[in-house]
Structures are given as structure tokens and as C-alpha cells.
């Protein structure tokens, strides 16, 4: 597939055509893609000259030494090297958007915390200034842990331009459409879909159906990945083939930009004449991508008991301890329950990990009211939670036939550590001050009676 666009017009050529049109499958893949003939060297990385007066340059997403399974990078071939792209910089202030560590003395987290959605505002909001920041946690100065957000545009961001050095960004989308112009080409993002967008991968962000809200995991460490199913074995939960990585697409225009980017924690840009969009062509391994939500295969229980929520993980991010994670996400959509003699809706239940949930569309089988689309949870590490009253009697007294749960689709960002409110979750975010409530009504059922049930 060959993309080329200039003036913000786009130009196809001839191409493949289905499902793949404008990507190629595959998670993790080493990828090549042109969007000019002969522009990618053959049987080598950097020619003496590159075809169409490019430049070769590599972008490393690991370190050089990192072991081959894990070793990411991919080699460009661009109108101007990057260095171009960058000249001097002044720090500039986005006030909503926060990284770790952020604790505020006079905020609590400790709690268990539920929001309705963050209503749009009047205000013309950028894909960097309608970033709100919910959660931080970890320290971005280690490349460890994780931020949450909600966004909030309607407005694209015409000739500005933005990087994060610090993290890897899986971005969830509630409502709208958003068209991410990358480096490495070009993805068009709207509800059921998720995008991951590398650390150090430069793009523009325009409005295609709008006002867009969403939510974004800002990973610090290691960079996602798929799940080891172990006894699952090779199929079910989220496949490779259905992850979509753009094909090469560029950008040749001479005009003011700006080129924002975040390093620790801090936002900083630079001014230059032309637009950084000049990739033409590339291969490799570490590129960003796209997956449908409605292509995840969930698996579960069968005949009793309810499987632990990690059995509905579509990616993880690895930390230094085996089995634990730096951030998993999770995902609930529509499934069979068909478990006997059990308590079907999620358990009650404290654990190390710290859970931050979201609502794409639909209604939550835990929590039926008041969770609602666009709406987010907090239950911090070994803090209690689970069913309220209305979820454990309906579950508890239901006649256990075949039921599907349909409509409805929420996903979970969970983390080894603390995640901290920021002012904004505490204050401004429409925090519902009775969520805690909801298990108040729960009746002591304790009789001491032999064999009562």
C-alpha cells in the first residue's frame, strides 16, 4: 500500500484492497513499506547514498543489547534527518497533563472512587491541551509505572506536532473519531478500537467525527505486549493477525510548525519550517498500531467457579517481577455465562494490583447503576471491593441458565502500584462523593444455623 499526503490532501495509489487497505497485520512484526518505489535499500540498513536524496536514520524503542526477542527498532528513510525536526526549546505549561510521581498532601487516595464521564467543554481542545490527567503512578524518572487520562478534543492540531519521550501511549476511545498522522503512517481511530503508539514516535492528531473523549494509559516501562496463555495455548483472547500496523505515508511541505515533546514529566517545544511528516519509507519492528476490541476472543468458565480477571487480558506490560505487571489491560466485553451452582458477576476481593476501569458503551455486570459510558472507577491496591447490593442478590438468586451478557463493553488499566488522584480527579472531574456507598446496604445474612444456605 502506497500513501502519500501533501497540502492535507491524501493521495492512493494502486493498492491492496479488503480489511488491510492502508495497513498490515500483525503484532510485533518486522514490517517494510514504501509509499515511493525503490525508496527502501534492499540487503542493507544504511547505503552509502538512499534513493530520492532520503536520509537513513534508526529509531530504537529498546536498548541495542536487549536480547532479539525483545530487541525493537525500525529504520527510516526521510526528507530530512530528525535532528532537523528539533532545534532550541523553551518549556511550555499543560497544566491537566500530570506524570508520576504526583502525591498532593491534601488529596486522598486512598478509596475506592467513581466518576461520572468529563463533559466536554466549550473551549477549543488539542489532542495535548484536553489531556486530563486522573491518575499517576510509579515515577515517569524511572520508567516505571503508569498515568491514566481522560481526553477531551475538538479541534485538530493543524501544523503542531508531539513526541513522548517518556512512554508508550494505548489510547481507548469512548466517543468520536481521531485520525492519527504518524511518522510511520497513518491511523484512523474511533469507539471498539484501541491504538498503541510508541515512545518516541512523533505524530499530529486531527478530528475527523468530533467532539472525540476517550481514555489513555501512559505506560513508563516496558512496552506492551501480548500475554503468555500458558495452558490456554496458541488461539482465543487477542490475536496477532488482527493487529493493524499503517503503511508508510509522508508529508513534503514547507511551512511554520511547532513540535511539542514530553521528557520527564516535563513539556517542552521548538520552532521549525517544515512539517516532520517526511518518512517515506521504512522497516522494522517497532511501529504503532491499531487493534478492534470486538476481534478479542474471551474464554472463561464452563461448568463452575469464576476465573480470575486476568483471564481477559488483551495486553500486558512487563515489570521486573515475573508474572507481575506494570500495567495489564483489561478487557469485559460481551460473553456466555454458563458456570453451575456459582456466583457468576465478579467476586468480592482485595489484591495487590491497583485497578482503574473505564466504560466504553454499556452497562457493567458488578455495578448495573451508575457506571456508566464514559464514566471511570478507582479501586486502589488492598483495597476491598465488589458487587453492590442489587448485583450479589440478582446474582445470588438467579436461575443459572445459558445467559448472555450483551452490550456491553469496560476494560480495566491495573498496575503493581499505588495510583494517586490528581487535583483535577479530586476536585474538578465529576467525582460521585456516594460510589462508596453502595455496598452500605449490604445485609448481614449470618444465621450459625448447620447446613443453612
Not at 491524501?10 to 503484532?27: D, L
Not at 505486549?225 to 509522508?250: E, H, M, Q, S, W
Request: glycine share 8%; proline share 8%; aromatic share 12%.
Amino acid at each position: 500500500m502506497n500513501i502519500r499526503f501533501s497540502e492535507r490532501k491524501m493521495t492512493v495509489a494502486p493498492s491492496m484492497a479488503g480489511p488491510n487497505e492502508g495497513y498490515m497485520p500483525g503484532f510485533g512484526n518486522d514490517f517494510e513499506t514504501e509509499a515511493l518505489p525503490d525508496a527502501l535499500p534492499q540487503g542493507m540498513n544504511s547505503p552509502q547514498k538512499c534513493n530520492y536524496g532520503l536520509y537513513g536514520e534508526q529509531l530504537s524503542g529498546t536498548a541495542f543489547t536487549a536480547p532479539a526477542a525483545t530487541n525493537e527498532r525500525t529504520w527510516v528513510y526521510r526528507i530530512r534527518p530528525s535532528v532537523k525536526h528539533s532545534h532550541r526549546y523553551e518549556r511550555i505549561d499543560l497544566p491537566y497533563w500530570k506524570s508520576a510521581p504526583h502525591v498532593i498532601e491534601d488529596v486522598t487516595s486512598l478509596g475506592q472512587y467513581r466518576w461520572d464521564p468529563v463533559p466536554h467543554s466549550e473551549e477549543p481542545l488539542t489532542w495535548l491541551t484536553g489531556m486530563r490527567t486522573m491518575t499517576t503512578a510509579g515515577d515517569v524518572n524511572t520508567q516505571t509505572g503508569m498515568a491514566s487520562h481522560i481526553y477531551l478534543v475538538t479541534k485538530s492540531m493543524e501544523d503542531d506536532y508531539f513526541y513522548s519521550a517518556d512512554s508508550e501511549l494505548l489510547v481507548v476511545p469512548q466517543e468520536g473519531k481521531l485520525r492519527f498522522f504518524t511518522e510511520l503512517g497513518i491511523i484512523e481511530l474511533e469507539p471498539r478500537e484501541i491504538a498503541l503508539l510508541p515512545r518516541g514516535l512523533l505524530y499530529r492528531v486531527e478530528v475527523v467525527n468530533g467532539p472525540a473523549r476517550g481514555f489513555v494509559c501512559e505506560n513508563y516501562g516496558q512496552k506492551f505486549a501480548l500475554p503468555d496463555r500458558g495452558p490456554i495455548g496458541a488461539n482465543c483472547l487477542a490475536n496477532r493477525r488482527d493487529f493493524k500496523t499503517p503503511v508508510a505515508a509522508f508529508e513534503d511541505r514547507e511551512i511554520a510548525s511547532t513540535v511539542t515533546i514530553k521528557w520527564c514529566g516535563q513539556f517542552h517545544r521548538t520552532r521549525i519550517g517544515h512539517s516532520p511528516l517526511d518518512v517515506v519509507a521504512w522497516h522494522g519492528n517497532y511501529a504503532p498500531c491499531k487493534y478492534n476490541l470486538s476481534d478479542y476472543c474471551p474464554v472463561g468458565a464452563v461448568l463452575f467457579d469464576h476465573p480470575d480477571p486476568s483471564i481477559f487480558t488483551v495486553l500486558t506490560a512487563p515489570s521486573g517481577v515475573e508474572g507481575t505487571a506494570n500495567i495489564d489491560f483489561v478487557l469485559f466485553r460481551e460473553r456466555w455465562m454458563v458456570a453451575e451452582n456459582t456466583f457468576r458477576p465478579p467476586w468480592y476481593h482485595k489484591n495487590v494490583m491497583s485497578e482503574l476501569m473505564g466504560n466504553i458503551y454499556g452497562q457493567y455486570d458488578a455495578k448495573p447503576k451508575g457506571f456508566v459510558p464514559g464514566g471511570m472507577s478507582l479501586h486502589n491496591m488492598m483495597l476491598p471491593h465488589g458487587p453492590d447490593r442489587n448485583a450479589f442478590e440478582g446474582a445470588s438468586n438467579a436461575n443459572l441458565e445459558a445467559h448472555k451478557l450483551d452490550n456491553t463493553m469496560s476494560f480495566m488499566f491495573e498496575t503493581r502500584f499505588p495510583q494517586h488522584l490528581t487535583r483535577f480527579a479530586a476536585t474538578e472531574a465529576p467525582l460521585q462523593d456516594d460510589y462508596i456507598d453502595c455496598w452500605t446496604d449490604l445485609e448481614k445474612k449470618f444465621d450459625g444455623t448447620p447446613g443453612l444456605k
